[in-house]
């Protein structure tokens, strides 16, 4: 046989042979794991915003443990300060200062609250819990809608409650009304959650972040807070909100302020400094 005939029959043979072993023929690599991640929770009447009305007295603690690899939830919390016997406790979907739907049930009694033997969570509500979109809610008799709650939020978010007032305007204003802010800030990504209720304030108004400035000091405006059209007392910014560095500083160095403004009280009716 002549050898280029020979070559010609033996090309093909080595193409497979590079395809099967050579190549990238074998299975994909193991993915490498993720391990767990432990969330330290704190709890607290005053976060409440579904409370008949603020317990103070209301506290807890303790950490959920989340395997990343498998969606396995654990953890325990020690509670107390309750207004009246527990009568549920709950995972809840949303950010501070918005109450939502159930995601997980808990185990519960008045002093302890903990997740359920295999408890397993989706790739979705991991997700969401890792963006500290959840948080526990513990329902009493008193309070059934929940009266002692907590966000839960991992390493790089940090949660601020706000309260505002007339006497924080400069000049202070009188006045009958009064809001609660929430700020949910990753540093990291600056990005940025927040929103504004309010009570006794009606019509035209306005709410933003002003800064930088010190309790007691006028500033200008740096991020403004978008009213909810079918909410009069409720103002919001969209779940994609980022801001500048420069921002994000101002906030961290409690050099900001929350302002709601109304057509009485142009300047700002109630106010409040937001204090990482």
């Known amino acids: 046989m002549k050898p280029q005939v020979i070559a010609a029959r033996l090309i093909p043979i080595l193409f497979l042979s590079l395809t099967i072993?050579?190549?990238g023929g074998g299975s994909d690599p193991t993915p490498t794991p993720l391990g767990s991640v432990d969330i330290p929770i704190t709890l607290s009447g005053d976060f409440s915003v579904s409370a008949v009305a603020p317990n103070s007295a209301a506290t807890g603690s303790g950490t959920l443990t989340l395997n990343r690899d498998t969606g396995d939830l654990t953890g325990s919390l020690t509670i107390s300060g309750l207004s009246s016997n527990a009568n549920n406790a709950h995972v809840h979907v949303g950010i501070a200062g918005i109450p939502g739907r159930v995601v997980v049930p808990l185990d519960y009694t008045n002093t302890t609250v903990t997740v359920p033997a295999n408890t397993m969570l989706s790739t979705a509500q991991m997700d969401a819990l890792l963006e500290a979109n959840y948080y526990i809610n513990v329902h009493t008799e008193n309070n059934t809608l929940g009266e002692l709650r907590g966000?839960?939020?991992?390493?790089?978010f940090q949660v601020i409650r706000v309260v505002l007032?007339?006497?924080?305007?400069?000049p202070p204003v009188t006045t009958g009304s009064s809001a609660i802010g929430y700020l949910t800030i990753n540093s990291s990504t600056l990005s940025l959650q927040g929103n504004i209720t309010s009570t006794g304030i009606t019509g035209d108004t306005a709410a933003h972040i002003h800064g930088p400035a010190a309790a007691?000091?006028?500033a200008g405006i740096r991020v403004p807070f978008p009213a909810k059209p079918d909410d009069d007392a409720l103002w919001a910014l969209p779940d994609t909100t980022t801001i500048s560095q420069i921002d994000m500083d101002y906030i961290l160095a409690s050099q900001t302020y929350l302002n709601v403004h109304t057509t009485g009280n142009p300047g700002g009716e109630v106010r409040g400094q937001i204090v990482p």
């Open 21 to 23: 072993y050579g190549c």
């Open 216 to 218: 007691g000091v006028n």
């Open 151 to 156: 966000q839960i939020v991992p390493a790089g």
């Open 165 to 170: 007032d007339g006497a924080s305007e400069v």
